[in-house]
């Protein structure tokens, strides 16, 4: 089945888009559907991002013990996102738009209203006297509620994404030039409350976490509504193609794990994909390993804190790098600039491998100093290669739901596997070994997308030579 779309979307990556794009000059989006797009994203950007911030901090205080209850809730991340997120994108392939759009935002944002309620109980429970309250119950049952609820937005957070990305925004764009503005524009909306949340949550939770936890409740509240109300009106206001049925073929059915949802990734998308997909089997980021390494080794909070907003920042420049470079170089090419510009800011990082030697520049541990600065350099090859991963499977691919889905899983696939890593390499004087895994991890996802970009390319010669000599045996 393939997507009913305003878009035209090419079948074939070689595709020139300059027709289409004059053909429907005039059907592009109106300002106030885009604006409306925005408000959308800036909503839900700013609950995932909070929520995703703050449920690092309240897993510690909800266990405050050891990292136990934190390390399980990142593998039920995992193992859910990775077995459900083909099987979700197959039902966004049928599921008629709007029906789509409020189950994944109804079922995201409730179980992290449950979720945070439970937190709310837990934190409150000390200053509550009533023969009502149960605090032992309270005790034992938040936290469990707290990550099994959390794991389940996490899954419908995946499939919300898949819904506006690889359906909806298919279905209002008119041609490959929009297409790419609004993807850099929602990218960059993302990155900016991914770099100002941390600061409100920490200041919350700095005061309270049952303040912190209410608001993030109440919230979700607020947001849900608003969300779907904004997705209404596109739907009802926005061009008829978003109206239009989706062609479902009588074979279509829905399956926990979809072995042909596989099949058909391994056919579109197997090599772009899978390059893709070991850019996140790295600790080069900013995720808790390697923000733990940088606190055990005297970071400040405050540094790393400006480190990650100056992170923000160089990824933001990266969406605007990625617009001009689609439009001058194309889509396949920019992507593999992306890769090189990641491959390259992270040298610097590799200077972990002498971190136990201490080597000090004006009282500054020039190794971490290094690292440091590769991370935030390294953001705008990241962010450039990501858009263009998102950007290739909804133009150049048959079923971008579904491929979408599959991408997910593998990319959490190798996150798992980055944190089995962590704990076999667990030791801090440990940690340049898995600087050096992420960096050969890297590398090959950079020799798998050159290799997909030059062959992609030869194709097409070989085809237009074919085509061609076609054409002259005819006039011939």
């Known amino acids: 089945m393939k997507i009913k779309s305003n878009f035209k979307c090419n079948e074939k990556p070689s595709h020139n888009f300059a027709e289409t794009e004059n053909a429907n000059a005039c059907c592009s989006l109106s300002p106030l559907i885009v604006h409306k797009l925005y408000l959308n994203r800036i909503l839900s950007s700013w609950g995932d991002r909070t929520w995703e ?24 991340n995992s193992v859910a996102v990775i077995v459900f997120s083909p099987a979700i994108g197959r039902w966004i392939e049928k599921s008629p738009r709007l029906l789509e759009a409020k189950i994944t935002l109804f079922i995201q944002n409730g179980s992290v209203i449950i979720s945070a309620f439970f937190a709310s109980l837990y934190f409150i429970k000390d200053d509550v006297d009533s023969d009502y309250f149960d605090k032992q119950w309270i005790t034992r049952v938040a936290p469990i509620a707290f990550v099994l609820f959390s ?10 994404t898949l819904v506006l990305e690889k359906d909806w925004l298919l279905a209002l764009v008119s041609n490959q030039e929009e297409l790419t503005h609004l993807n850099a524009v929602l990218r960059r909306i993302d990155l900016t409350c991914q770099t100002v949340a941390p600061f409100l949550v920490g200041f919350l939770t700095q005061y309270s976490e049952f303040i912190t936890a209410s608001f993030l409740c109440g919230w979700n509240i607020v947001s849900t509504t608003a969300e779907y109300l904004i997705l209404r009106d596109i739907y009802i206001t926005g061009p008829k193609s978003v109206r239009e049925p989706k062609i479902v073929p009588d074979e279509h059915e829905m399956k926990i794990f979809d072995v042909d949802a596989i099949k058909e990734y391994l056919h579109q998308f197997a090599l772009p994909g899978s390059s ?17 390494f940088l606190v055990t080794n005297s970071v400040t909070e405050s540094v790393i804190g400006i480190v990650s907003l100056l992170a923000g920042m160089f990824g933001i420049f990266g969406t605007l790098i990625f617009k001009s470079g689609v439009e001058k170089i194309g889509l396949k090419k920019t992507g593999q600039l992306g890769y090189y510009l990641e491959l390259g800011c992270v040298v610097p990082c590799l200077l972990m491998v002498y971190h136990k030697k201490s080597i000090k520049v004006f009282g500054v541990d020039l ?14 090859g990241l962010w450039v290669a990501d858009l263009s991963a998102n950007q290739m499977i909804q133009t150049q691919t048959e079923k971008p739901s579904v491929i979408g889905g599959v991408q997910s899983s593998l ?4 996150e798992l596997l980055k944190f089995i890593l962590v704990a076999v390499f667990s030791h801090i004087d440990q940690f340049w070994i898995l600087v050096l895994i992420s960096y050969c991890s890297l590398t090959f996802g950079t020799f798998l997308f050159s290799f997909y970009v030059n ?15 076609d054409c002259l045996k005819n006039t011939s």
């Not at 980021?285 to 390697?290: A, E, L, Q, R, Y």
């Not at 190794?367 to 600065?373: E, G, K, Q, S, Y």
């Not at 992609?456 to 000599?469: I, L, M, P, T």
């Open 53 to 76: 911030f703050a449920t690092g901090l309240l897993l510690i205080k909800l266990y405050p013990q050891s990292l136990l209850l934190a390390a399980i809730q990142g593998i039920l």
């Open 151 to 160: 794991v389940i937005a996490q899954v419908f957070s995946c499939g919300y």
């Open 276 to 292: 893709f997909a070991l850019l996140y089997l790295t600790v080069l980021g900013f995720d808790s390993v390697t923000i733990g």
């Open 367 to 380: 190794a971490i100093a290094l690292f440091l600065f590769g991370l935030v350099m390294s953001r705008v």
């Open 411 to 414: 990319n959490i696939l190798m």
């Open 455 to 469: 062959k992609r390319d030869d194709s097409f010669v070989a085809a237009e030579v074919a085509k061609n000599g």
